[in-house]
């Protein structure tokens, strides 16, 4: 129904051409291109839904469960911002497209402040008539990733790290997972939580004690099936961090804010190393559990296990 902007991909085709910096064009698709797989995905997410026919529907939630989704009135976009895949800068563009910083670079907007309470509106505090409206007429984005990758991801960096925010949640929470799992643990350790395993994470995650729940159910590590809820609401850009210049292209194109440059990553090598060396720490019924918690994000999202046990656990 919506304007595919044949013109428009044509034209940014060709700004993509005599950009003339052969390197970045090697890894760029054209726009045409990458709007095909959005709408191949969006149909994989639709066929696995219905596959797992799911009882609830949206109005069933409580409006806290649809916190992650902000809502850009202007831009007519919902973004469900997903830690760990990209929101930070999806956060600071919106901060920029709505006015509330200045600069188009959008890597000057401090993460600390695209962070901060409050900075958008969500989807939680909008009324059922007018929610309805917008999940009718607005694009729907989501930007997911691989699970595994996901969550090594969040735990190298608020478990393993050394930044300000790891030490908040080593304090928070990992001197909690240490103090259920640890055997005879160090002063220090029980103080600062400042090392816990992969392991002693995976073990936690997967433990379901309710002592623990307030701290398993934290935005780094839910799955983004429950953050969300993608059989629940269409989502119109379904972007994928493996893929993610393309498809935060192919975002700003559709709402009308192609004058934004994406930030590009410095690109991480050795992931699938990385991935396999942390993995190779579990054993495989943890590994199993692991995958239980995460298994509609694999398989609405269309990934597999290949790159940590070879094969798919299905
Ligand atoms: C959603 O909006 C409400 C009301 O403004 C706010 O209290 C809450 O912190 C927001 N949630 C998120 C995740 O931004
Ligand atoms: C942006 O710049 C204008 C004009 O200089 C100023 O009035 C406004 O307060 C600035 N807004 C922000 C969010 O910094
Ligand atoms: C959860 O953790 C607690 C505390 O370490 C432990 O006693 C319990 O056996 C664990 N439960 C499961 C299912 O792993
Ligand atoms: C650890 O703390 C306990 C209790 O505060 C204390 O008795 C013990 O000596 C401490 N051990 C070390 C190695 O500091
Ligand atoms: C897109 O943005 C430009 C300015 O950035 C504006 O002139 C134009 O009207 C916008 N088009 C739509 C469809 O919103």
Same mark, same amino acid.
């Given at each position: 129904?919506?304007?595919?902007?044949?013109?428009?991909?044509?034209?940014?085709?060709?700004?993509?051409?005599?950009?003339?910096?052969?390197?970045?064009?090697?890894?760029?698709?054209?726009?045409?291109?990458?709007?095909?797989?959005? =709408?191949?995905?969006? +149909?994989?997410?639709?066929?696995?839904?219905?596959? $797992? &026919?799911?009882?609830? *529907? /949206?109005?069933?939630? !409580?409006?806290?469960?649809?916190?992650?989704?902000?809502?850009?009135?202007?831009?007519?976009?919902?973004?469900?911002?997903?830690?760990?895949?990209?929101?930070?800068?999806?956060?600071?563009? =919106?901060?920029?497209? +709505?006015?509330?910083?200045?600069?188009?670079?959008? $890597? &000057?907007?401090?993460? *600390? /402040?695209?962070?901060? !309470?409050?900075?958008?509106?969500?989807?939680?505090?909008?009324?059922?008539?007018?929610?309805?409206?917008?999940?009718?007429?607005?694009?729907?984005?989501?930007?997911?990733?691989?699970?595994?990758?996901?969550?090594?991801?969040a735990y190298r960096n608020k478990l393993e790290g050394d930044l300000p925010s790891a030490k908040y949640f080593q304090d928070r929470v990992g001197r909690r997972i240490i103090k259920a799992f640890r055997e005879n643990p160090s002063n220090e350790s029980l103080e600062y939580g400042h090392d816990v395993t992969f392991k002693e994470f995976a073990l936690f995650l997967t433990n379901?004690s309710?002592e623990l729940?307030?701290i398993v159910?934290?935005?780094?590590?839910?799955?983004?099936?429950?953050?969300?809820?993608?059989?629940?609401?269409?989502?119109?850009?379904?972007?994928?961090?493996?893929?993610?210049?393309?498809?935060?292209?192919?975002?700003?194109?559709?709402?009308?804010?192609?004058?934004?440059?994406?930030?590009?990553?410095?690109?991480?090598?050795?992931?699938?190393?990385?991935?396999?060396k942390y993995?190779?720490q579990l054993d495989?019924?943890l590994?199993?559990?692991?995958?239980?918690?995460?298994?509609?994000?694999?398989?609405?999202?269309?990934?597999?296990?290949?790159?940590?046990?070879?094969?798919?656990?299905?």
């Amino acid at each position: 129904m919506r304007d595919p902007g044949g013109k428009l991909v044509l034209f940014v085709s060709i700004l993509f051409c005599v950009s003339g910096d052969e390197n970045d064009i090697a890894g760029e698709h054209s726009l045409e291109l990458t709007q095909s797989s959005n =709408l191949a995905r969006q +149909e994989l997410v639709q066929e696995t839904c219905n596959r $797992l &026919s799911l009882k609830w *529907s /949206l109005e069933d939630l !409580p409006p806290s469960l649809l916190e992650h989704i902000l809502v850009d009135d202007e831009r007519k976009l919902l973004y469900c911002y997903v830690p760990k895949v990209a929101c930070t800068n999806w956060k600071r563009i =919106l901060m920029i497209l +709505e006015g509330k910083w200045n600069d188009t670079d959008v $890597l &000057s907007v401090p993460a *600390s /402040l695209a962070h901060s !309470p409050g900075m958008f509106r969500n989807l939680s505090t909008v009324s059922k008539e007018e929610r309805d409206v917008m999940l009718e007429n607005y694009h729907k984005m989501i930007i997911v990733r691989n699970p595994f990758e996901r969550l090594l991801s969040a735990y190298r960096n608020k478990l393993e790290g050394d930044l300000p925010s790891a030490k908040y949640f080593q304090d928070r929470v990992g001197r909690r997972i240490i103090k259920a799992f640890r055997e005879n643990p160090s002063n220090e350790s029980l103080e600062y939580g400042h090392d816990v395993t992969f392991k002693e994470f995976a073990l936690f995650l997967t433990n379901d004690s309710k002592e623990l729940a307030d701290i398993v159910n934290n935005e780094h590590w839910q799955p983004v099936t429950t953050l969300c809820h993608p059989c629940l609401i269409r989502y119109t850009l379904v972007g994928k961090y493996e893929t993610l210049l393309d498809d935060s292209l192919l975002a700003l194109h559709t709402i009308n804010a192609s004058h934004i440059q994406f930030p590009r990553l410095a690109h991480t090598s050795g992931t699938s190393e990385k991935l396999r060396k942390y993995f190779s720490q579990l054993d495989l019924p943890l590994i199993r559990k692991l995958y239980k918690l995460y298994k509609y994000d694999y398989k609405i999202f269309n990934y597999d296990l290949d790159n940590i046990v070879g094969y798919d656990l299905g």
